[in-house]
C-alpha cells in the first residue's frame, strides 16, 4: 500500500450504530487530519493531529470522536449520528505542521458515510 | 475569518480549449496556495502548490498563478482534454501567527466538463 489509505470505502448506518472509520498513511509523517465534504458545502477541517497529539479541533460535535495511537493511523469513531452528517470523509496527512516544510497534505480516497 | 471563493462554479468546454478558473481568498496573510483536483466520489490529488513568495508554477498543461496582494489565483489549464474533466479545489493555507496557522481553507471548488 502506498499513500494514504482509507476503511472502509462506504459505510452505511442507522442513527443509533457505533462505527468507526480508519485512515492510516504510509508517507512517513507527523501530522493527520480528518475532513468532512457535503454536498454545496467546501471541505471542513475536522480535527488535527501532530505526533499523535491533537492540536485541533474544529467545533466538531462529540458524536464523532477521533484517536491517534501513533503518527500512521488515525481513527474517526462515530455514534449516535444524524441524518445530516451523511458526507465523504476524508483523511490527510503532512510532514509537519507550522514549519518551513509545513507541507502539502496528501489525501486518502475518503469513506462515503449515509446516516439513514 | 478566511474565506475563499472559486468561479465560476462549473465549465462545460470542448475539447482543445484553453481555460482559466478563478480562486480568490479574503485574508492576504497565507502561507501559501494549492490547487486540488477531485474526481466523482474520490480523495484530493494536489496538482500545485505556490508559496507566497513566488508568482506561479507550472506542471505540463497546468499554470497556476498567485498575486496575493490583491487575494487571488488563476489555475491556467491549456489544451484541455475530456480526461481534464473534475471538481478544481483551491485552498489557501493560513500564515504565521494564531492558533490555526496551516491549516487549510478550502474554497467550493469548479466543475469541470471536457467533452470530446
Known amino acids: 500500500e502506498t499513500g494514504v489509505t482509507q476503511t472502509p470505502r462506504h459505510l452505511v448506518m442507522g442513527m443509533t450504530n457505533k462505527k468507526s472509520l480508519k485512515c492510516e498513511q504510509h508517507?512517513?509523517?507527523?501530522?493527520m487530519y480528518w475532513y468532512k465534504q457535503s454536498a454545496k458545502k467546501p471541505l471542513e477541517l475536522m480535527f488535527v493531529y501532530n505526533f499523535k497529539e491533537q492540536t485541533e479541533n474544529n467545533s466538531v460535535p462529540s458524536r464523532f470522536s477521533p484517536e491517534c495511537p501513533n503518527s500512521s493511523h488515525l481513527f474517526l469513531h462515530l455514534h449516535t449520528l444524524q441524518p445530516e452528517d451523511s458526507a465523504l470523509y476524508l483523511c490527510a496527512s503532512s510532514q509537519g505542521i507550522g514549519t518551513t516544510q509545513d507541507n502539502e497534505q496528501f489525501f486518502g480516497p475518503g469513506t462515503r458515510l449515509t446516516v439513514l | 475569518k478566511q474565506e475563499v471563493t472559486q468561479i465560476p462554479a462549473a465549465l462545460s468546454v470542448p475539447e482543445g480549449e484553453n481555460l482559466v478558473l478563478n480562486c480568490s481568498f479574503t485574508d492576504s496573510a497565507i502561507y501559501n496556495l494549492q490547487w486540488f483536483r477531485q474526481d466523482p466520489g474520490k480523495g484530493l490529488t494536489s496538482l500545485l502548490l505556490?508559496?507566497?513568495?513566488?508568482r506561479e508554477q507550472t506542471s505540463g498543461r497546468l499554470n497556476a498563478s498567485l498575486d496575493k496582494s490583491s487575494g487571488r489565483s488563476t489555475l491556467y489549464i491549456a489544451a484541455s482534454q475530456p480526461g481534464d474533466s473534475a471538481t478544481y479545489l483551491c485552498a489557501v493555507r493560513r500564515g504565521a501567527g494564531g492558533t490555526s496557522y496551516g491549516k487549510l481553507t478550502f474554497g467550493q471548488g469548479t466543475i469541470l466538463t471536457v467533452h470530446p
Open positions: 508517507l512517513g509523517h507527523n501530522a
Open positions: 505556490i508559496q507566497s513568495s513566488q
